[in-house]
């Protein structure tokens, strides 16, 4: 969920709204109000379900998954799923029963806080009926300083006369598109362009060659053989031979 598709101006930002709060505080009745518009007495909501309205606000086209459960029995086993990636919750309560609020601070804030998955995920304290007023047990500052004290959004609604319905989703979803924006990095955020650098020699450092040096090739000498002249055996007289053969004319 809340992630943009499409390009430029076709782009759809798909947010997923979970209603929690004890039954009968008017949770069904608001998303059929902010939906179809039309005010009926709706039939008790069993386990959890969602419907879709598309939206646009400033320009931007929104898709709301808006998902409806009963009360907490009701989504035992599959509350994991029903807050998995929300991206936005609406607490209500009835100002004329304050029960409706008490259980919000005892049982579903720390439920919704143990479920969460979303870091950025939006809440909305949603204090209704406020058409009964002359039943009104719970004031708009008590409600107000509940939600701040939690960090949430707060409004006051009635889904019987439609007041504050379209808001109470239209405030949420635009808290959720402001938190996404934040996320983007702002134009202060963009790291300051370095000057191209001037380029360094490489310092990786060159390899020995691998190559082995061959031994030097020793040529082989012609051996140096000394061919001494036959010696005269120590017997033999001093011969009269001569390697010259004898003169023809006086010998
Ligand atoms: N007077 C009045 N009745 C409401 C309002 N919202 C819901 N109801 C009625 O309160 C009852 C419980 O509403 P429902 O939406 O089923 O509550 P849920 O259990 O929280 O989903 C129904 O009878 C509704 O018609 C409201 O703003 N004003
Ligand atoms: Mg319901």
């Known amino acids: 969920m809340a992630n943009p598709s499409g390009q430029g101006s076709n782009k759809v930002y ?3 709204i979970v209603l929690i709060g004890d039954v009968n505080v008017g949770k069904t009745t608001l998303i059929e109000s902010f939906v179809s518009g039309a005010f009926k007495s709706p039939e008790p ?5 969602n419907k879709i309205k598309e939206i646009n606000i400033g320009g931007k086209q929104l898709k709301l998954s808006i998902w409806d459960t009963a009360g907490q029995e009701r989504i035992r086993g599959n509350t994991a799923r029903y807050y998995e990636d929300a991206d936005g919750i609406a607490l209500v309560y009835d100002v004329t029963e304050r029960s409706t609020l008490n ?3 005892n049982k579903w ?12 995920c939006v809440k909305i304290l949603v204090g209704n009926k406020i058409d009964k007023e002359s039943e009104r047990v719970i004031s708009k500052d008590e409600g107000k300083a509940l939600a701040d004290k939690h960090g949430f959004l707060f409004i006051e609604s009635s889904a019987k006369i439609k007041e504050n319905v379209d808001k109470c989703f239209k405030d949420l979803a635009l808290k959720i598109l402001d938190e996404i924006d ?3 990095p702002k134009k202060d955020d963009v790291p300051e362009k370095k000057p191209p650098s001037t380029p360094q020699p490489p310092t990786v450092k060159p390899e020995p060659p691998t190559v082995k040096p061959e031994p030097p090739i020793v040529k082989p000498e012609p051996p140096t053989v000394k061919i001494e002249p036959p010696k005269p055996k120590s017997s033999e007289k001093p011969s009269s031979y001569s390697a010259t053969p004898p003169c023809k004319r006086c010998c």
């Open 14 to 16: 798909s947010f997923k």
């Open 45 to 49: 909501t069993i386990g959890f379900s």
């Open 103 to 105: 259980n919000l601070v």
């Open 109 to 120: 804030i720390k439920q919704m806080e143990e479920h969460t998955t979303k870091e950025k």
């Open 182 to 184: 934040d996320k983007k």
